[in-house]
């Protein structure tokens, strides 16, 4: 999860993550978090260049992966 000052726009958020070679999964309650993946890894310097402010990472963890059925209310079409 890639989280970026408030105030950022989607379309930012997600141009930045694509910039720094992610892609976006899924959006969070607003439009400055976005749930990320980056298939080489990541590199904080390159995120904290795109304007990241926090990372906060799901391995070995389902802290940030939603199992239950439905759609996620806060998605946005990509």
């Known amino acids: 999860m890639a989280i970026f000052p408030f ?3 989607f379309e930012t958020a997600a141009t930045r993550i694509s910039d720094a070679g992610g892609y976006v999964i899924d959006t969070g309650a607003f439009d400055n978090i976005l749930i990320t993946k980056f298939d080489q890894g990541w590199s ?3 995120l904290r260049e795109a304007g ?4 906060l990472s799901a391995q070995g963890s389902t802290t ?3 199992n239950r059925k439905g759609t996620n209310p806060f998605a946005k079409e990509i």
């Open 44 to 46: 904080w310097s390159n």
């Open 52 to 55: 990241v402010v926090l990372v």
């Open 64 to 66: 940030c992966i939603d």
């Open 7 to 9: 105030g950022t726009s």
